[in-house]
């Protein structure tokens, strides 16, 4: 039976998401329809019931239309002045005394952040059960947690060297409008987003080159663009805009117009993607053989190396070692990045070839074994081999290469030092 173009075309953009999730070219951003709470047997959203808990305070009759910006009008400031209070600090106060309380974290939500390539999360939420399931998931890994804070340059992400959930909204705390609650609390943050001056620099550069994998925010039209172009900092509706996939179960027909143009997929049932996405990783992870040794040398050096690469394999370590003719340049390029990407540590192999002046191939290795380095945050990721004496000053030599220990080929204790790189690759 042929496949029909819309099969082909669902197909196809499956591939280009997964493809990007395993190059790490994808940052998820969770919003908070991914979890409830059991009260007395019954399951509701988290913001359902604070809400009901704040009408109760306020002695006003619950509906399902009301919102916090609505608590937050001039309709209710009488009955604010009357308690004493505010919305946002009997909020905090509400999710502090939940602890008591039997929060569901959704089967869905759990299967989402099985995906160990999420190692940086986004969340639009203030509340901490996206941390909590993220902690359960990395157990035996701390889990670092940030949250933004509206106009200042502070709490930027350092590196990713372990996994981070970042709240780009800002978390529950007492302080009003510190957090997002209000529609005006949200674009106030957004505003604060395409500030120069406010924006967190190192996510912000993230954000623009990376794709975006936004699940369970439910955000209208106009406000998913101003969300967009606050988190990449651009104007332009462009497929640049690099938004990978939205999935949310009130995607309304004007968005679905829009991310089309952006060439974003999207997904109307946010259970059903999420199902249907982990089961394509999991099927596509068994058919990947991840290496743990990417080494990055001059072609002349080939005999030398290919003794290293030699006593590594008989230790049974994989490696990647190209042997073979080259490919077509671009193809090439694209095969050896993702290696890199997917390899546990970068082995630059030292020579006065690879010092000699000229584009040379592994030059661009180096780069992005420094990258990647950099992405990471890892201290032990990159690990030199000097297989004859050069001047380790020479300009040429990247600084990351200059600043670490460098194992010595010629050296007697070279076998014992390269089974300690083996030690440090087991242990990651």
């Known amino acids: 039976m042929t496949d029909t173009p819309k099969s082909r075309k669902t197909e196809r953009m499956w591939e280009i998401l997964l493809s ?14 991914l979890f409830c709470i059991n ?8 913001n359902e019931y604070i809400i009901r808990e704040i009408a109760d305070a306020l002695e006003i009759d619950y509906n399902e239309s009301l919102t916090f910006t609505e608590l937050a009008g001039d309709d209710y400031k009488g009955k604010w002045k009357k308690i004493g209070s505010d919305l946002y600090y009997e909020t905090n106060n509400i999710l502090k005394e939940m602890s008591n309380l039997q929060i569901q974290t959704s089967d869905a939500l759990q299967k989402l ?5 999420f190692k940086l999360v986004l969340t639009t939420a203030f509340d901490d059960w996206i941390f909590k399931t993220m902690e359960e998931k990395w157990k035996g890994t701390t889990v670092r947690e940030l949250s933004y804070k509206k106009r200042s340059a502070g709490q930027d992400i350092d590196n990713l060297s372990s996994p981070l959930l970042y709240h780009i909204f800002g978390k529950a705390d007492v302080v009003p409008h510190s957090y997002v609650l209000t529609e005006d609390d949200l674009l106030d943050f957004l505003h604060c987003w395409l500030s120069e001056n406010f924006r967190p620099k190192r996510l912000a550069n993230i954000l623009r080159e990376k794709y975006l994998l936004v699940v369970g925010c439910n955000y ?12 990449k900092n651009s104007l332009n509706s462009t497929s640049e805009d690099k938004v990978g996939m939205v999935a949310d179960s009130k995607l309304d ?4 117009a829009f991310l089309s143009r952006i060439n974003a997929q999207n997904h109307c049932n946010t259970v059903e993607f999420i199902n249907e996405l982990v089961e394509r990783w999991q099927k596509r992870s068994h058919e990947i053989t991840k290496k ?20 590594l394999e008989e230790w049974n370590v994989k490696v990647w070692f190209d042997k073979y003719e080259l490919e077509p340049a671009d193809e090439y390029a694209q095969k050896i990045r993702k290696q890199i990407r997917e390899s546990k540590v970068f082995v630059p192999i030292l020579s006065k070839n690879t010092l000699i002046t000229g584009k040379r191939f592994f030059k661009r290795e180096w780069e992005w074994g420094r990258e ?10 990159i690990y030199p081999i000097v297989i004859e004496e050069i001047n380790l000053e020479n300009d040429i030599l990247p600084e990351k290469f200059k600043n670490t220990q460098m194992i010595d080929f010629n050296s007697s204790n070279f076998e014992n030092d390269l089974k ?3 030690r440090d690759i087991r242990s990651k």
């Open 253 to 256: 027909d004007e968005l679905v």
């Open 220 to 231: 209208p039209n106009w406000l998913f663009r101003f969300f967009i172009h606050s988190m």
């Open 113 to 117: 952040l099985s995906i160990d390539k």
């Open 20 to 33: 990007e999730i395993e190059n790490g070219n994808v940052i998820l951003v969770i919003g908070s329809e």
């Open 420 to 422: 300690k790189l083996v």
């Open 39 to 46: 009260v007395n047997e019954k399951c509701m959203h988290l």
């Open 292 to 311: 743990e040794i990417f080494v990055s040398y001059a072609s002349e050096d080939y005999e030398t190396v290919a003794k290293i690469v030699d006593k």
């Open 372 to 381: 990647e380095s950099e992405w990471l945050g890892a201290e032990k990721y």
